[in-house]
């Protein structure tokens, strides 16, 4: 099962960009969809960007255009570049490891990291 950690969480302004990181360890990183979820306080659980083991993309319609998902299987990580933040991205961003069924690898979820929004 892989292990993910999330960093570069943190406190920015409205406009600002901050760029998420998700590093995986315990191997067949290539293998899963990785995605990026966010969570805030009496919120449901948002899907926010998800790439797939090809690298192809899809993304919530309110980031769109600002939010970039890229994974890099030699360094085992996948990052999530927000740009042109806005008060309403402030939540615990998490990421999520699907293997799409392969067969013996199990699903997995980071700790998550915080990104506030404010002036």
């Known amino acids: 099962q892989v292990q993910l950690v999330e960093s570069g969480g943190g406190l920015v302004q409205p406009g600002g960009s901050l760029r998420l990181s998700c590093a995986a360890s315990g191997g067949s990183f290539g293998r899963y969809a990785i995605g990026w979820y966010r969570q805030s306080p009496g919120k449901a659980r948002e899907e926010v960007a998800v790439i797939t083991p090809g690298s192809s993309t899809r993304y919530a319609d309110s980031v769109k255009g600002r939010f970039t998902i890229s994974r890099d299987n030699s360094k085992s990580t996948v990052y999530l570049q927000m740009n042109s933040l806005k008060p309403e991205d402030t939540a615990l961003y998490s990421c999520?490891?699907?293997?799409?069924?392969?067969?013996?690898?199990?699903?997995?979820w980071g700790q998550g990291t915080q990104v506030t929004v404010s002036s």
């Open positions: 999520n490891a699907d293997p799409m069924n392969f067969p013996g690898l199990l699903p997995s």
